[in-house]
């Protein structure tokens, strides 16, 4: 075992910030949301709680990085803290992980900052177009009352290319049902 109690891992990096930060939000930062079930229960692909901890580290963790790790590594992602002290041990674990991965090490990104995500004002024009384009009208205000990761997972689902196949399911799950747009 490491100093992190994960198996398989021994002197892959720094030590696990012990336990996930406790109150205030930090329960909804360490869960996997209802439309992300099918592929949740074995960790097989990534969560959204565990990629915008990796855009906070400014770590390009790509789909085959994730199935090298094991199923109690991910598990530790999933519920790694995402204070600014524990990200920044969150990335040098990740890249000494990594570094032992035949995919070698994972790549890096500029860390998360002042990204549309992180933004409470205005809701980003990608996601209100998605949102149009499902019949839902996501106003500022409803906007301003998602957490920071229901925000994060909005604008990852609205994205240019992707099929917004959850997004009707993330938008359900998170109680942004009215206001429906007139058809």
Same mark, same amino acid.
């Given at each position: 075992?490491?100093?992190?109690?994960v198996a398989g891992s021994e002197g892959t990096g720094p030590r696990h910030p012990l336990g996930p930060a406790r109150g205030d939000v930090a329960a909804i930062a360490h869960? $996997?949301?209802?439309f992300e079930a099918e592929f949740t229960a074995e960790l097989r692909c990534i969560p959204m709680a565990v990629r915008r901890k990796l855009d906070l580290a400014g770590v390009k963790l790509k789909l085959v990085h994730w199935n090298g790790l094991t199923a109690a590594e991910r598990q530790l992602l999933l519920a790694w803290p995402d204070r600014p002290a524990a990200?920044?041990?969150?990335?040098?674990?990740l890249l000494?992980?990594?570094?032992?991965?035949?995919?070698?090490?994972?790549?890096?990104?500029?860390?998360?900052s002042q990204e549309?995500?992180?933004q409470q004002q205005e809701t980003?024009?990608?996601v209100s177009t998605? $949102?149009?384009?499902?019949?839902v009208l996501l106003s500022n205000p409803t906007w301003a009352g998602l957490s920071e990761?229901?925000?994060?997972?909005l604008v990852k689902l609205s994205q240019g290319g992707h099929e917004h196949r959850n997004l009707p399911l993330a938008l359900a799950e998170f109680g942004v049902t009215s206001g429906v747009a007139a058809s």
């Open positions: 075992m490491n100093p992190m109690g869960a $996997c949301f209802g990200v920044a041990e969150l990335r040098l674990w000494a992980r990594t570094a032992q991965q035949a995919a070698g090490v994972a790549g890096t990104l500029p860390i998360a549309s995500w992180q980003p024009p990608s998605a $949102c149009l384009e499902q019949g990761l229901q925000r994060f997972a």
